[in-house]
């Protein structure tokens, strides 16, 4: 089995590639690439695709590279092959990203907007930075063994606002309740980065290259 990071000079590579390949190791389950090749992520039956900055930022880096987003869609979408998406990169799912008032499309894998967070409480600060407790979690394989009150790292001033309530697999409470992870069929996505996110992070990431949607 092969797992492939997307590299698209948007995300903190060392550190996932770090973290799923010690999951990997201790799972046995195959081996992680980090490459922008379309080659190899059509060769791939694992694919993460982490992000970090603004949603308008991040899509202009992935779509630069011929073919590399056409290659994601066609084993996602077209192959099945299971997704992850994580923070910027899970936000790209949504249908629209709307940051400082640029409507920018996003894949339209999971229906919805990414938007700014609204706390109803002055006291509280965005962005989200820091630890913070899951709430809402949802039964998937991919949670198996993540339950609410389960601690994880965030950073981020948007959230991915899901048209379908389903698709809400997680949430997080910084004044109102904002999205944490989202996912369908063979794609999930975290607002929070699990390669930060010590056991909570680990336990996903090993569920998730062993997940057999």
Same mark, same amino acid.
């Given at each position: 089995?092969?797992?492939?990071?997307?590299?698209?000079?948007?995300?903190?590579?060392?550190? +996932?590639?770090?973290?799923? #390949?010690?999951?990997?190791?201790? *799972?046995?389950?195959?081996?992680?690439?980090? *490459?922008?090749?379309?080659?190899?992520?059509?060769?791939?039956?694992?694919?993460?695709?982490?992000?970090?900055?603004?949603? +308008? @930022?991040?899509?202009?880096?992935?779509?630069?590279?011929?073919?590399?987003?056409?290659?994601?869609?066609?084993?996602?979408?077209?192959?099945?092959?299971?997704?992850?998406?994580?923070?910027?990169? /899970? /936000?790209?799912?949504?249908?629209?990203?709307?940051?400082?008032?640029?409507?920018?499309?996003?894949? @339209?894998?999971?229906?919805?907007?990414?938007?700014?967070?609204? *706390?109803?409480?002055?006291?509280?600060?965005?962005?989200?930075?820091?630890?913070?407790?899951?709430?809402?979690?949802?039964?998937?394989?991919?949670?198996?063994?993540?339950?609410?009150?389960?601690?994880?790292?965030?950073?981020?001033?948007?959230?991915?606002?899901?048209?379908?309530?389903?698709?809400?697999?997680? #949430?997080?409470?910084?004044?109102?309740?904002?999205? +944490?992870?989202?996912?369908?069929?063979?794609?999930?996505? *975290? #607002?929070?980065?699990?390669?930060?996110? #010590?056991?909570?992070?680990?336990?996903?990431?090993?569920?998730?290259?062993?997940?057999?949607?």
């Amino acid at each position: 089995m092969i797992c492939a990071i997307i590299d698209y000079e948007s995300g903190n590579l060392h550190s +996932a590639e770090k973290s799923f #390949q010690r999951m990997a190791n201790e *799972t046995g389950v195959g081996r992680i690439v980090v *490459t922008s090749d379309p080659v190899e992520v059509l060769r791939a039956d694992r694919i993460v695709l982490p992000g970090v900055g603004a949603f +308008a @930022d991040c899509r202009e880096g992935l779509f630069a590279r011929e073919g590399l987003f056409e290659a994601i869609e066609t084993r996602v979408i077209r192959d099945g092959v299971p997704f992850l998406g994580i923070c910027v990169g /899970q /936000q790209m799912m949504a249908t629209w990203g709307r940051e400082h008032g640029i409507d920018c499309r996003g894949f @339209d894998w999971i229906p919805g907007e990414v938007v700014a967070i609204e *706390t109803g409480d002055p006291t509280l600060k965005v962005p989200h930075m820091g630890w913070n407790a899951l709430v809402n979690c949802a039964s998937h394989p991919v949670l198996d063994g993540i339950k609410d009150g389960d601690h994880a790292y965030f950073v981020h001033s948007y959230h991915l606002k899901a048209d379908n309530p389903e698709h809400v697999l997680g #949430q997080v409470k910084h004044g109102r309740a904002i999205t +944490a992870m989202v996912g369908r069929d063979n794609l999930i996505g *975290t #607002q929070f980065h699990p390669e930060k996110s #010590q056991q909570t992070g680990l336990r996903l990431i090993g569920n998730f290259l062993s997940w057999k949607p």
